[in-house]
C-alpha cells in the first residue's frame, strides 16, 4: 500500500487540482452560501450563516471541511445532509485507535483468490506467471472506505472522529486528501476522475495535527442558541409543541453551563424530547424529566452530579431562576 515515510510537515498539504471546475452534478447548482443554507433547510438541517459559508466553500473550492465541536452538535449530521441534497451516496470512515492504511484503503480477498487457485489447479493449469497475474485482479481487491470513496463518483467521504485516531493515520490521510489517489503495488495506480466531497469531524479529545488541518477548511461548531435549538427540535420532532421544545432547549442550555463530563449536544436534546413524546408529554414536568434523564445525560457521573446539586429542577420551569416560558 502506498505510503511515505516523510515528515507530515514536509509533504504537499494542498490538492493540485481544486476550485470551480471540480464542482459536477447538483454540487455545481450550488451558487452562494444562501442557497446551501435554503438546502439544508429543506432537509430539515438549520445550519447558521458561518456554517453554511464554510461547508459552500468547502464545495466551491474543492477543499476537505474540517468540523470541530462537541459531540452531538451536528458534525456527522451535516455530512448525511449534504449526502442528500446532492444526491450522492455517504461513505463512511469511523476512525478508532490502531486503525491503519489497510483497514482504511483495500484488502486483498484471500479466500477468493485460493478457490481461484484451486479451480485453475483442478483445470490444470500451470502457467505461474499467468495465475499471478489472474488473483491480483481488480476483482479479487475488497475495496475499504478511501478507496471506495475515489472510486465512486460523485460522493460524499465522512471521515468520523479523526481525533480517535494515531498520527500515523493521519499523516497518511494528509497524504490521501493531497491529491485523490492511492497506489495498489500488484495494480497501479487509482485516481479518482472526481474528487469526493470529505468532511472531516473530531470531538476535540485531542489536537489534530496542524498539517492535516491546512488540508482543509476549518469550522467549529458551537451549541445552538436557544431559539435555533427551539427550531431545530421543531423541524426534526413534528409532534412537539412550541411549549415543550422551548422547555427542553432552556434546560439543555442550563445544563451545559454546568460541571458535567458530557454536556448534552443536540443529538441528545432530540432523543430527550422524543422520549418525552413517547411518554405522552406535552410541557417538561420535574417528575418527567428525572425518569427521562438517561435520555439526556448519558454518563453516571453526570447524573449524579445533577441530583446531587439539584441541576435539573433549577433548569426546569417553575423553579427559581428556571425556564423562558
Same mark, same amino acid.
Request: aromatic share 6%.
Given at each position: ?17 481544486a ?53 452531538g #452538535?451536528? +458534525?456527522t449530521?451535516?455530512? +448525511? ?36 487457485? +484451486?479451480?485453475?489447479?483442478a ?34 467521504l ?23 489517489t492511492?497506489? #495498489? ?12 466531497v470529505?468532511?472531516v ?7 489534530v ?7 482543509c477548511?476549518?469550522?467549529?461548531i ?6 435555533r435549538?427551539?427550531a ?29 463530563? +458530557? ?41 449524579e ?21
Amino acid at each position: 500500500m502506498s505510503q511515505t515515510n516523510q515528515p507530515m510537515d514536509q509533504r504537499t498539504d494542498r490538492a493540485p487540482a481544486a476550485g470551480a471546475d471540480r464542482m459536477t452534478g447538483r454540487a455545481a447548482e450550488i451558487d452562494s452560501p444562501g442557497k446551501l443554507a435554503t438546502l439544508l433547510e429543506e432537509h430539515d438541517y438549520l445550519a447558521d450563516e458561518g456554517l453554511a459559508t464554510a461547508a459552500f466553500l468547502a464545495l466551491r473550492m474543492g477543499r476537505p471541511l474540517f468540523l470541530e465541536g462537541e459531540a452531538g #452538535v451536528g +458534525k456527522t449530521e451535516l455530512a +448525511k445532509t449534504l449526502s442528500a441534497i446532492l444526491s450522492a451516496p455517504l461513505i463512511r470512515l469511523q476512525c478508532y485507535e490502531g486503525l491503519d492504511a489497510a483497514q482504511a484503503l483495500y484488502d486483498w480477498d484471500f479466500a477468493r483468490q485460493l478457490l481461484h487457485l +484451486k479451480a485453475a489447479e483442478a483445470a490444470g493449469v500451470t502457467d505461474v506467471r499467468a495465475l499471478e497475474g489472474e488473483i491480483y485482479d481488480r476483482r479479487f481487491l475488497i475495496a475499504r472506505p478511501l478507496l471506495r470513496a475515489l472510486e465512486t463518483r460523485p460522493c460524499v467521504l465522512l471521515v468520523d472522529e479523526i481525533d480517535r485516531a494515531d498520527d500515523e493515520f493521519e499523516a497518511f490521510l494528509l497524504e490521501v486528501l493531497s491529491d485523490f489517489t492511492i497506489s #495498489v503495488p500488484e495494480l497501479g495506480t487509482i485516481r479518482a476522475e472526481t474528487p469526493p466531497v470529505v468532511v472531516v469531524t473530531s470531538n476535540r479529545t485531542r489536537e489534530v495535527h496542524e498539517a492535516l488541518k491546512r488540508r482543509c477548511l476549518y469550522h467549529w461548531i458551537e451549541h445552538p442558541g436557544f431559539e435555533r435549538e427551539v427550531a431545530i427540535l421543531l423541524r426534526r420532532l413534528p409532534a412537539c409543541t412550541e411549549e415543550l421544545a422551548a422547555e427542553v432547549a432552556d434546560a439543555a442550555g442550563r445544563l451545559r453551563g454546568a460541571d458535567l463530563v +458530557k454536556p448534552p449536544g443536540v443529538a441528545e436534546t432530540l432523543d430527550w424530547t422524543e422520549a418525552l413524546l413517547t411518554l405522552g408529554a406535552s410541557r417538561l414536568s420535574p417528575d418527567l424529566a428525572a425518569v427521562t434523564l438517561g435520555a439526556l445525560l448519558k454518563y453516571r457521573e453526570d447524573q449524579e452530579t445533577v441530583r446531587r446539586n439539584g441541576l435539573l429542577g433549577a433548569a426546569l420551569p417553575g423553579s427559581a431562576g428556571g425556564g423562558r416560558v
